[in-house]
């Protein structure tokens, strides 16, 4: 999981959201896609404000065809 709604939880097992999920492009971009409206519940930043934080010349995955 990376995240579940706005649920949170902090255990030795599984953190939620996932701690660098607000760092994380790769994470990002498909998110926007199918959860345009989610809001980070420690954040309150939606997926479209995480993505403008990230770097430009932050590390990218290239889709292979």
């Known amino acids: ?3 579940r ?4 939880l ?3 097992e599984l953190i939620l959201p996932h701690p660098r999920l607000h760092q994380r ?3 990002l971009y498909p998110l926007s896609e199918v959860s ?3 809001v980070h519940p420690h954040l309150g930043l939606t997926v ?3 993505l403008e934080r990230i770097p430009a010349d932050a590390p990218t995955v ?3 065809s």
């Not at 709604?5 to 949170?8: R, S």
């Open 62 to 64: 290239k889709l292979l």
């Open 25 to 27: 492009g790769f994470v």
């Open 5 to 8: 709604d706005q649920d949170t």
């Open 48 to 50: 479209s404000q995480m």
């Open 1 to 3: 999981f990376l995240y």
């Open 36 to 38: 345009p409206d989610w």
């Open 10 to 12: 902090d255990t030795t």
